[in-house]
């Protein structure tokens, strides 16, 4: 949330080369951030023992995701970049219905044990990935603490 001082303002990277000094979240947009932590990503994302069917993940370098679908309904994405060997995870969305029943858990999961199979160098931009790998330390120290174009 705002809490009226502009020296706290949150700058989120993106393609357009913020953070640059020149552009910052909207109000909204910053409280949905502030309220991610490792804790309200648990609380939030609960696995549902209702779930009858399984989850498929897959990576689409050609739409820079890992999507998750569900009876071929794709459900929640992990948006990246990529730039040469490096993969920059910036964004995990889920939609509103599916929400609450484990599925970016799940996702997330399946992404960073995609990486760590691959080999493949990443950054953590997204607050939901950074929480989850916070609230799972066998997935500690896969993602390179350099460069993240901050």
Request: hydrophobic share 35%.
């Amino acid at each position: 949330m705002n809490t009226g001082d502009d020296s706290e303002r949150f700058e989120y990277p993106d393609a357009a080369g913020y953070p640059d000094g020149s552009g910052t979240l909207d109000e909204g947009t910053a409280a949905l951030v502030d309220e991610v932590t490792a804790d309200a990503l648990r609380a939030v994302d609960t696995p549902s023992e209702d779930a009858d069917a399984e989850i498929e993940v897959r990576r689409d370098d050609e739409r820079g995701v890992f999507a998750a679908t569900l009876e071929g309904r794709e459900i929640a994405t992990i948006r990246y970049d990529l730039d040469g060997d490096r993969i920059t995870l910036i964004t995990t969305t889920v939609q509103p219905e599916f929400r609450g029943r484990g599925i970016a858990t799940d996702l997330i999961a399946d992404a960073l044990d995609d990486l760590r199979e691959q080999g493949t160098r990443f950054t953590v931009l997204c607050p939901v990935v950074a929480a989850f790998i916070a609230g799972n330390p066998e997935y500690a120290g896969l993602a390179d603490a350099g460069d993240s174009g901050a």
